[in-house]
């Protein structure tokens, strides 16, 4: 029983460590979703190379967690596997196989309910947090939290192809404001940012625009080609948003 019990405590170590590094990463810029992803990928070696990769590698802090998992999860394998094989080979004492099944499916069950809950992961990112800040000098601003990203708000880098209805268009020809999203930069071709553009900024085929606005507002956007309905398309937007804010400031006359 001893390499059961060391097989759930690695099982269990492997998810703080993970769960941490989710934080971490978190705390640098990177969404919860994005950040859960490359923690669990880094620590399992798994490897996936995405444009969120892209964004680990060239970030400092980022590398330096990434690393540190993709160490941790080499050792943290190979001891899980080691403990799991030692729980089914015959030592010489009597095995009692539906028992010790019976204990490696309820300390599974028990760490799967933990990893799920939300009361532990928000423990763990408060006590994540104030480490990180007391004792590192990492960034601790949670902009997912800030910006609310969790909800119904999210920040999307959305590519500009040819036939796009903001491509030859300037932000104020845009007018994004009035569908309730605001351009954060945009990306050029060649690689120059533009952080906080002004609104005669043109947009160009090849670009990249980086939006934070409501999930919905956004994903119309993206799906707007240049054509004869694009100006109705835009015009119904800034209805549904003069709509919504309208009912915001109802429930709220402080706005």
């Known amino acids: 029983m001893t390499a059961l019990a060391t097989l759930l ?12 590094a989710t ?21 399992t070696g798994a490897g996936f190379t995405t444009s969120e990769s892209e964004l680990v590698v060239k970030h400092p802090v980022r590398r330096r967690i990434v690393m540190t998992l993709m160490l941790l999860g080499n050792a943290g394998v190979v001891a899980a596997v080691g403990s799991l094989l030692l729980t089914f080979i015959e ?53 997912a939290e800030l910006l609310h990203l969790a909800g119904e708000h999210k920040v999307v880098v959305l590519p500009i192809e040819k036939g796009h ?44 625009m980086t939006i934070y606005g409501r999930s919905p507002a956004i994903d119309a956007l993206g799906d707007r080609r240049a054509s004869d309905v694009a100006g109705e398309e835009h015009a119904h937007a800034e209805q549904i948003e003069r709509r919504r804010v309208a009912e915001v400031r109802r429930t709220d006359p402080e706005r």
């Open 9 to 20: 405590v690695v099982l269990a170590l492997s998810l703080l460590v993970t769960r941490v």
């Open 23 to 43: 934080v971490a990463l978190t705390l640098t810029g990177l969404s919860k979703e994005a950040a859960r992803f490359q923690a669990r990928s880094a620590f």
């Open 165 to 208: 209805w903001a491509d030859g268009r300037t932000l104020a020809d845009l007018n994004l404001r009035a569908e309730g999203m605001l351009t954060l930069g945009v990306e050029r071709r060649d690689g120059t940012f533009l952080g906080a553009p002004p609104l005669d900024t043109r947009i160009n085929a090849g670009d990249q």
């Open 91 to 143: 030592t010489g004492e009597p095995t009692n196989w539906g028992l010790r099944l019976g204990v490696l499916a309820a300390g599974l069950v028990t760490l799967w309910l933990l990893a799920t809950s939300r009361y532990v992961d928000r423990l763990v990112s408060h006590v994540t947090t104030r480490a990180l800040r007391r004792w590192t000098s990492i960034d601790v601003t949670d902009y």
